[in-house]
Nanobody
Framework: QVRLVESGGGLVQAGGSLRLSCAAS????????VGWFRQGPGKGREYVGT????????DYSEFMKGRFTLSRDNAKNTVYLQMDSLIPEETGIYYC???????????????WGQGTQVTVSS
């Protein structure tokens, strides 16, 4: 079993950047693909992207492509989400999830963090 803890959220102006971290404990994160999702105020959960176990494969939601970058450092048991050129509509709670690739992309993996709040001001 793996436990996930997100960090790095905060308040940023539109056009700014943040880097979120998803730190794992328990089982090593290298066993899992890791994805990110967000939930805006009054909205459903939205897929952001997924990075493969080794980091050589990534998938992004069309809306984030080119602005968000996923990476991982398995030695540090951590996955990162670099977010650039943020817009106010991207305000929300960002969650990471771990599991098999298909499970993560579909949002049905067993392991989720508690989320970190990102607020983008206009």
């Amino acid at each position: 079993q793996v436990r996930l803890v997100e960090s790095g959220g905060g308040l940023v102006q539109a056009g700014g950047s943040l880097r979120l971290s998803c730190a794992a404990s328990g089982r090593t994160i290298s066993h899992y693909a890791v994805g990110w999702f967000r939930q805006g105020p009054g909205k459903g959960r939205e897929y952001v992207g997924t990075v493969s176990r080794t980091g050589d494969g990534t998938d992004y939601s069309e809306f984030m492509k080119g602005r968000f970058t996923l990476s991982r450092d398995n030695a540090k048991n951590t996955v990162y989400l670099q977010m650039d050129s943020l817009i106010p509509e991207e305000t929300g709670i960002y969650y990471c999830a771990a599991g098999g690739w298909a499970e993560v992309v579909r949002g049905i993996s067993d392991y989720w963090g508690q989320g970190t709040q990102v607020t983008v001001s206009s």
